[in-house]
């Protein structure tokens, strides 16, 4: 018996290092990815496997098969191609055609006309629009976010919520499965007991086994009786407020109030991730009535992309409208570790010779990731990219613009965990009343703020310089 347990030990290492290696192969449509999960499961033969099962598998889209979403495998699994050639509302400008096409190849939404936006800095602006909004609800509320913090702001709206659910209003929370950690006090606990009806999505946990850590959920959305919705890259949290953050540090950020058809498409949004996350489908078979008054001048388009049949379909998106820009792109991200495909892109069209300005910030809450970033400027500012870096406080805004009539707004950031790892969702706006405003908010963060030169990112020393490749070495999981 002593003499075959480690034999019998080391045949099960090398049967899981076989298994894992040959799933990674088979699985993983980037070869440098797959590559790496080869080696490590195959030199790690104990720990490499147990990370390949905690980081490596795409879970999602197991659990969209066993609640029945057929409709959620990528296309080559079910020899099916992208749509082309549908059908354009009549009020978009010709000279748009092209950009609103490609949109229309990679969303399942069409593009509506008829909506009114209306963008929203930091909490002070944000957070009363949504508590007002939840105050006079009377059919039905469902909110999705990655953080939903109980301090002060997180507070009032577990009591909004709850005391919408005492209304009788239809009230569902869907909170990311780790986002929900965050917090010492978690608000889902608070929000249960008042009972109002909450999901984790993808909650990692032992028993059962789910082991889903870097598969989350980034939404975050408000809909609040299909009349007005919320959408951004803002968490229910007190930091967002930036003349008062609390014990956190200041946040500034960017939200957004829309009306109109594309409430439609962001509720649809809604269910497909809650019933991804396990919940009950059912109150979202029909929907509350919408405000026929609304009468905006926006085109607009709802954007899902994740891990599933919509995985890259965000870069595909950023890439070709960089193609198609004319005279200005501008991009806000509080994270810049874009893919080989984006930088190209932005070279290209730096290149055209349309301007390109990417803000970022000064100061990053995750001093790892603004040393990646250093490490990897070079290759935009070589060919004329502009970079600027904001003032404090740090900035979570997240904006991206083409010429003065083309916006893309939403929760995604231009960093692999967001347009490789997260479910993330963003929104079309074909309107220059709603873009020209947004290009003058960020040339305003350009005036307060500096350029970066590419003599500032040669002249780091070697420490630094080490310090940043090393931290750049790790973007991939960054």
Same mark, same amino acid.
């Given at each position: ?32 990815? $797959? ?9 790690? @033969? ?17 659990? $969209?098969? *066993?609640?029945?979403?057929? #409709? ?37 939404? /069409? ?51 709850? &005391? ?18 965050? !917090? ?19 909650? /990692? ?11 989350? !959920? ?42 109109? /058809? ?26 509350? $009535?919408?405000?026929? #008054? ?6 607009? *388009?709802?954007?899902? &992309?994740? @891990?599933?049949? &919509? ?49 970022? /910030? ?9 040393? $990646?970033? *250093? ?39 231009? &960093?692999? #965990? ?61």
């Amino acid at each position: 018996m002593t003499l075959t347990s480690p034999y019998l030990a080391g045949s099960l290492l090398a049967f899981l290092a076989a298994v894992t290696s040959i799933h990674a192969l088979m699985y993983k449509r980037d070869p440098k990815g $797959a590559f790496g999960w080869i080696a490590v499961c195959l030199l790690l @033969p104990l720990g490499g496997p147990i990370l390949y099962l905690l980081f490596g598998l795409n879970r999602s889209r197991d659990r $969209a098969r *066993r609640l029945g979403f057929d #409709r959620l495998r990528v296309g080559f699994e079910r020899g099916q191609a992208i749509a082309r050639g549908s059908i354009l509302p009549d009020p978009l400008d010709p000279a748009h055609q092209r950009l609103a096409q490609i949109g229309q190849a990679l969303s399942r939404y /069409p593009l509506v006309p008829g909506n009114q936006i209306r963008s929203l800095r930091n909490g002070e602006l944000a957070f009363p629009a949504m508590l007002d909004a939840i105050g006079k609800a009377r059919d039905e509320i469902l909110l999705s976010t990655y953080l939903f913090d109980f301090d002060e702001i997180g507070q009032q709206f577990v009591q909004a919520l709850a &005391d919408a659910r005492r209304r009788g209003v239809d009230c569902r929370v869907l909170i990311d499965g780790v986002g929900d950690w965050y !917090s010492l006090r978690r608000s889902s606990v608070a929000l249960r007991r008042a009972g109002v009806e909450v999901c984790r999505f993808l909650p /990692p946990r032992l028993l059962p086994p789910c082991l889903s850590i870097n598969l989350r !959920s980034h939404h975050k959305l408000l809909l609040v009786d299909s009349q007005v919705g919320f959408t951004g890259g803002m968490n229910i949290s007190q930091r967002h407020c930036v003349a008062n953050p609390g014990k956190h540090r200041a946040t500034a950020d960017l939200h957004f109030s829309l009306r109109g /058809p594309v409430m439609a498409q962001l509720r649809d949004a809604f269910w497909r991730s809650w019933a991804l996350a396990g919940g009950s489908t059912t109150a979202g078979e029909s929907s509350p $009535a919408s405000d026929d #008054r609304v009468d905006g001048d926006s085109l607009c *388009r709802t954007m899902t &992309d994740g @891990p599933n049949e &919509d995985l890259d379909r965000l870069t595909m998106l950023l890439c070709a409208a960089l193609s198609e820009a004319r005279q200005r792109v501008c991009i806000m991200t509080p994270y810049f570790l874009p893919g080989r495909e984006l930088i190209t892109a932005l070279q290209s069209a730096a290149i055209r010779g349309v301007q390109v300005d990417i803000v970022l /910030p000064a100061e990053s809450n995750l001093r790892f990731v603004h040393w $990646a970033t *250093r490490n990897l400027l070079w290759e935009v500012l070589f060919y004329g990219v502009r970079v600027h870096y904001q003032p404090p406080p740090f900035d979570h805004g997240k904006l991206f613009t083409v010429d003065a009539d083309y916006a893309l707004i939403g929760s995604a950031n231009l &960093d692999p #965990r967001s347009l490789r790892l997260n479910f993330e969702l963003q929104v079309e706006i074909f309107d220059s009343q709603q873009v020209r405003p947004l290009i003058k908010l960020m040339d305003q963060r350009i005036t307060a703020g500096r350029a970066v030169t590419l003599e500032e990112v040669d002249n780091r020393s070697l420490p630094v310089r080490f310090r940043d490749s090393l931290c750049w070495l790790f973007k991939p999981y960054l």
